[in-house]
C-alpha cells in the first residue's frame, strides 16, 4: 500500500511529482558564511516548475469537444478539457463511468476504480477531502463550479444587514469562487466579511459532518450560507447555536433566516445512550461507500467491547438502511462508522432499536461525559 501511495500523482492544479522532484534537488538548510554566493549558483540548477494542467491549443480549439460543451449549462464548469488533456497525458484507453450512489465528499471509490483497472479517478462537484496522496490511484477533482447573479446577492446583503455587520460566509465546493468574488466588495461596502475554514477543506466549504467553530473567531454576528438544500447548513448551526444563520439560495435568489432544533436532538440521543449501557449484543456497521468508514476507529470499537466482554457483530454496508438493521432484531444496539449525520436525523425508536455513532459510544463506556 505504501508503494502505492509513492506512485500517486496529483489532481487539481499543479504537479506533485515535479515539485516534489524539485525540492529532492535542494540541499538541506545550513549556515552559509559565502554571503548568499552559494544560494545564487544553487538557483541556477532549479527548474521551474510546470503546470500540469497546461492544456494545448488542440483541444482547446477542437470543433467536437466545444461543441459537446456547449451543451452543458452556461454558468457550470465541468473542465472538460482540462479532463481530456490529463486524460490523453495518462494515456488512458477506455472510460468507465462508475453507477454507484455519490452522498458525499467522503464517498470517493478510489478502492474499487483501482480493482477495475483504472488508471485515473475524475471524481465531480466534491473537494479533496480525501486527499491525492492518499488515494490509490491518480486523482483529478473537478469541482464544477457555478457562477451566479453576484450583483443580486451583493445587493440583497446590503438591503437586509447593517453595515458593520461580521459575516461568516459559507457553502459548497461549487460556489467557492463566488464567496471570494463577494468578500472585496462587501468589506468595501462596511462589511467583515470572513472566509472561515476547517481543514482539509478549502477556505468556506463545509460538510454536513463538518463545520468550524466559530466561537475562536471574536465578533461573528451572522452565517451566510450559500446554497440551496439545509443540509449542510445544519452542521453550521449544530457547531455554532448561539449565530444567526441565514442561506442565501442562488436559484430562486432568496435570502432566509434559519433554526435549528438542538434540544430535539439532543433529548432523543441522551436517552439512547442511557438506554445502551444495558445491550447485551452490539451490532458494528462499517460504511463501504468509497471512503465513508474508517477501518481503525472500527478496530477500536472492537477493542473496547473486548475489553467489557461484550458480544457484538460485525456489518459491513454500502447504504445503510433501518429496514435492513430490522431484520436482525437480536441485535440490541447498532454502531455505525459511516455518516454521523445518520445517527443524528433518523433518531431512535422501535424501527431502529438503538443507532449511534463512535463518538456517542465514547459516553457510553465512559471515557468522556455526554456533552450538549
Not at 516534489?20 to 545550513?30: C, T
Not at 437586509?160 to 453595515?163: C, K, Y
Not at 436559484?251 to 430535539?264: H, M, Q, V
Given at each position: 500500500m505504501e508503494d502505492d501511495r509513492a506512485q500517486v500523482d496529483l489532481g487539481v492544479a499543479v504537479d506533485v511529482e515535479e515539485r516534489?522532484?524539485?525540492?529532492?534537488?535542494?540541499?538541506?538548510?545550513?549556515r552559509s558564511w559565502g554571503g548568499g554566493k552559494q544560494q545564487k549558483q544553487l538557483s541556477k540548477f532549479r527548474r521551474t516548475p510546470r503546470t500540469l494542467n497546461q492544456v494545448p491549443l488542440e483541444i482547446l480549439n477542437d470543433p467536437d469537444i466545444n461543441a459537446a460543451i456547449a451543451l452543458f449549462p452556461l454558468n457550470y464548469s465541468f473542465e472538460i478539457?482540462?479532463?481530456?488533456?490529463?486524460?490523453?497525458?495518462?494515456?488512458?484507453?477506455k472510460t468507465l463511468i462508475m453507477g454507484d450512489v455519490i452522498y458525499g465528499a467522503c464517498c470517493i471509490d478510489d478502492y474499487t476504480a483501482r480493482a477495475l483497472g483504472c488508471d485515473l479517478l475524475v471524481y465531480y462537484a466534491h473537494s479533496c477531502l480525501i486527499l491525492v496522496d492518499i488515494t490509490t490511484i491518480k486523482t483529478l477533482y473537478v469541482f464544477v463550479d457555478i457562477?451566479?447573479?453576484i450583483a443580486h446577492l451583493l445587493s440583497t446583503l446590503e438591503k437586509?444587514?447593517?453595515?458593520g455587520k461580521s459575516i461568516a460566509m459559507v457553502g459548497i465546493i461549487q460556489f467557492n469562487a463566488t464567496l471570494y468574488g463577494v468578500r472585496a466588495p462587501l468589506e468595501k461596502a462596511g462589511y467583515n466579511a470572513l472566509i472561515p475554514q476547517i481543514a482539509p477543506l478549502s477556505k468556506g466549504e463545509i460538510l454536513g459532518c463538518t463545520f468550524p467553530r466559530l466561537d475562536s473567531i471574536e465578533g461573528v454576528d451572522i452565517i451566510l450560507y450559500l446554497r440551496d438544500g439545509r443540509f449542510h447548513l445544519e452542521s453550521a448551526m449544530i457547531h455554532n447555536p448561539t449565530i444567526p444563520a441565514y442561506r442565501y439560495d442562488p436559484?430562486?435568489?432568496?435570502?432566509?433566516?434559519?433554526?435549528?432544533?438542538?434540544?430535539?436532538m439532543h433529548t432523543?440521543?441522551?436517552?439512547?445512550?442511557?438506554?445502551?449501557?444495558?445491550?447485551?449484543k452490539w451490532g458494528l456497521i462499517l460504511g463501504s461507500l468509497g471512503r465513508q468508514g474508517n477501518p481503525h476507529t472500527m478496530t477500536m470499537i472492537e477493542q473496547k467491547l473486548k475489553a467489557q466482554g461484550i458480544l457484538y457483530v460485525n456489518l459491513l454496508l454500502s447504504e445503510i438502511f433501518p429496514g435492513k438493521l430490522a431484520m436482525m432484531d437480536d441485535v440490541e444496539c447498532w454502531v455505525q462508522v459511516a455518516c454521523p449525520r445518520l445517527s443524528i436525523d433518523w433518531g431512535y425508536g422501535p424501527h431502529l432499536k438503538y443507532f449511534i455513532r463512535y463518538a456517542n459510544g465514547t459516553v457510553v463506556w465512559q471515557q468522556v461525559n455526554y456533552e450538549d
Open positions: 516534489v522532484e524539485e525540492e529532492a534537488q535542494k540541499l538541506p538548510k545550513r478539457h482540462k479532463t481530456i488533456h490529463r486524460i490523453q497525458t495518462n494515456e488512458s484507453k457562477s451566479i447573479d437586509n444587514f447593517p453595515v436559484y430562486s435568489r432568496k435570502l432566509t433566516r434559519e433554526s435549528y432544533d438542538r434540544k430535539e432523543p440521543l441522551r436517552d439512547a445512550i442511557t438506554s445502551v449501557k444495558l445491550a447485551k
